[in-house]
């Protein structure tokens, strides 16, 4: 049974940032020996850690046609919702996309200072395929740099066995974890692969885990090296973009997922519990909380999640995360639960309140947060398929300083200066920089600046 606590006894450590990481040896070595060794490298860490160690790592475009075509074939719902899903997606990060202006301003007379947005010349993305193939994470990662203008896209994700391959793997008792096969044509999740072509990726490789990043962060023989590197992962993907950030960009380091709900009495138990639980299967240590002024809301939730949980499928994750993470919170009034949402900064925050008044001054006193869902109908989940926002979002707390994964991630913005000698902007700017450089003891910035007044 979930925890139901007053407001009162919630220790100030729940507001902390949880991390799960920490500095991990092996993660260092294997980025350093990628960064020496290339392919050779990647080749060894793929018959080390996965199912299958392919002969070359570029996965042909034409595997990841067919892998759409096969889909749109056999699992035609997929294919649309995926097709629906990136179409939302793309036009939401062009519409992004259109508010980072270029602008050139005058700012004094002769003096003409500016920006632009450039995108990166080529992203990576990571998209796990353990449990759970992350299919939609193809399409939140690479939609944005499309929309962005990125011109290539190149994309890693964990090797599985080939099908042309599957038969020799069997009677070896190769492909599975601990037994990979080694040598075989190189191979993906099916899915990913159609998620790939249809979101437009310019390059996909099988390969996983942290030497991908590696790979994607240094370059290797086959896989380019990369600009920026985005998408979620293991402790050890985690760790990896940590650890290569400054040689490339990064998006976040994410960890475990966290929704926060808060409920007015107008909520539907049925769709709050079905919304914690929703994030409760993703990992023993997801963080579904829920706070409420409604003693009578919260004892419903609380009924209504162990009615669920006795028929969901993902229940052994699910149990545990609502018991070791999960917690209802009781509050005097909303406004109180608005301060606890601020002060946990939440990956993912509900407003499970009827439209009105009340509930716009909660969404506006809310402000630390990955992305916010306001209303009964709006459903967390959609975000997470299929709504056109990103759900590459910030966790542990690092919503108090930063948004999701945007077009944001992929542009550059730069700025220009343009002047015209001897006007009044010019003059002004070289006499300030001269006294500037004087009182910095910089006798070359000072004459920098001067000599053009001569």
């Known amino acids: 049974m979930i925890a139901i606590k007053k407001y009162s006894e919630i220790d100030d450590k729940f507001f902390d940032g949880r991390d799960f990481g920490g500095s991990i040896d092996i993660v260092k070595d294997v980025l350093i020996d990628v960064k020496n060794r290339g392919d050779e490298a990647l080749s060894e860490y793929g018959a080390k850690f996965d199912v299958s160690a392919p002969k070359s790592l570029e996965i042909p475009q034409s595997e990841l046609k067919a892998a759409a075509e096969k889909m749109?074939?056999?699992?035609?719902?997929?294919?649309?919702?995926l097709k629906y899903s990136a179409d939302l997606a793309l036009r939401f990060a062009k519409k992004q996309r259109e508010s980072f202006d270029n602008f050139e301003v005058?700012?004094?007379?002769?003096?003409?200072?500016?920006?632009?947005?450039?995108?990166?010349?080529?992203?990576?993305?990571?998209?796990?395929?353990?449990?759970?193939?992350?299919?939609?994470?193809?399409?939140?990662?690479?939609?944005?740099?499309?929309?962005?203008?990125?011109?290539?896209?190149?994309?890693?994700?964990?090797?599985?066995?080939?099908?042309?391959?599957?038969?020799?793997?069997?009677?070896?008792?190769?492909?599975?974890?601990?037994?990979?096969?080694v040598g075989g044509k190189p191979y993906a999740d099916e899915n990913i692969m159609a998620a790939a072509y249809i979101c437009g990726v310019t390059k996909a490789f099988a390969c996983g885990g942290s030497q991908a990043i590696g790979a994607l962060a240094f370059g290797t023989q086959s896989i380019p090296r990369t600009d920026v590197i985005v998408g979620p992962g293991n402790k050890f993907v985690a760790e990896a973009k940590k650890l290569v950030y400054g040689t490339v960009g990064i998006d976040m380091v994410a960890g475990p997922t966290e929704v926060f709900i808060i409920a007015d009495k107008?909520?539907?138990?049925?769709?709050?519990?079905?919304?914690?639980?929703?994030?409760?299967?993703?990992?023993?240590?997801?963080?579904?909380?829920?706070?409420?002024?409604?003693?009578?809301?919260?004892?419903?939730?609380?009924?209504?999640?162990?009615?669920?949980?006795?028929?969901l499928p993902t229940k052994s994750t699910a149990e545990q995360s609502i018991a070791n993470c999960g917690v209802i919170i009781l509050c005097d009034n909303l406004e109180q639960a608005a301060e606890a949402a601020n002060r946990k900064a939440p990956e993912h925050l509900e407003l499970a309140m009827e439209e009105g008044s009340e509930r716009d001054k909660i969404a506006e006193l809310c402000h630390n947060y990955g992305s916010l869902f306001i209303g009964h109908g709006s459903a967390e989940v959609f975000g997470d398929y299929a709504a056109g926002?990103?759900?590459?979002?910030?966790?542990?707390?690092?919503?108090?300083?930063?948004?999701?994964?945007?077009?944001?991630?992929?542009?550059?913005?730069?700025?220009?200066?343009?002047?015209?000698?001897?006007?009044?902007?010019?003059?002004?700017?070289?006499?300030?920089?001269?006294h500037l450089g004087d009182a910095e003891g910089l006798a070359g910035h000072a004459r920098a600046a001067r000599i053009r007044l001569e």
């Open 72 to 81: 749109q074939k056999e699992n035609p719902e997929l294919y649309n919702s």
């Open 106 to 181: 005058e700012l004094e007379p002769g003096m003409f200072t500016g920006q632009k947005n450039i995108p990166v010349d080529r992203a990576g993305v990571y998209v796990p395929a353990g449990r759970f193939p992350l299919v939609s994470t193809v399409v939140m990662t690479v939609t944005p740099a499309v929309a962005a203008g990125v011109k290539e896209v190149i994309l890693c994700t964990p090797p599985r066995v080939h099908p042309d391959d599957k038969a020799a793997a069997e009677k070896a008792g190769l492909g599975v974890p601990g037994k990979p096969f």
């Open 266 to 311: 107008s909520a539907n138990p049925a769709w709050v519990a079905a919304d914690l639980l929703a994030q409760a299967e993703h990992d023993i240590v997801a963080q579904p909380v829920m706070a409420t002024d409604s003693e009578e809301v919260a004892k419903a939730v609380a009924e209504e999640i162990e009615k669920q949980l006795a028929v």
């Open 389 to 434: 926002l990103n759900h590459t979002l910030p966790t542990s707390g690092s919503a108090r300083f930063t948004g999701g994964l945007s077009v944001r991630v992929f542009l550059k913005t730069v700025t220009t200066l343009r002047t015209i000698p001897g006007t009044k902007g010019a003059v002004a700017s070289a006499q300030a920089a001269g």
